[in-house]
């Protein structure tokens, strides 16, 4: 592995289901002598574990976009309020 940089890469897709067989065996060594990635590899799981628990949703795009719009006018309003 050459770098920390890409163990924490290989440790997020790891989480997902996203890593190759060839990435998982490089993360596993690479954690084996490196005890901060092996810290750092620890707590991204508690994290997604507890996110995962926490069910949390988000918005539908249409309400997402009429947020947005909102956002807008309310934006354009208030700049030609100000002058």
Do not use: D, G
Not at 22 to 50: M, P
Not at 64 to 82: V, Y
């Amino acid at each position: 592995m050459s770098s920390c940089k890409k163990a924490a890469i290989i440790c997020t897709k790891k989480q997902y289901q996203e890593a190759t067989l060839w990435e998982r065996i490089q993360f596993i060594f690479h954690i084996n002598i490196c005890q901060a990635c092996k810290v750092f590899s620890k707590k991204n799981r508690q994290l997604s574990t507890l996110c995962h628990q926490a069910n949390l949703k988000t918005l539908p795009t249409e309400e997402k976009e009429r947020l947005k719009e909102c956002l807008k006018n309310e934006i354009k309003s208030n700049t030609l309020t100000l002058k």
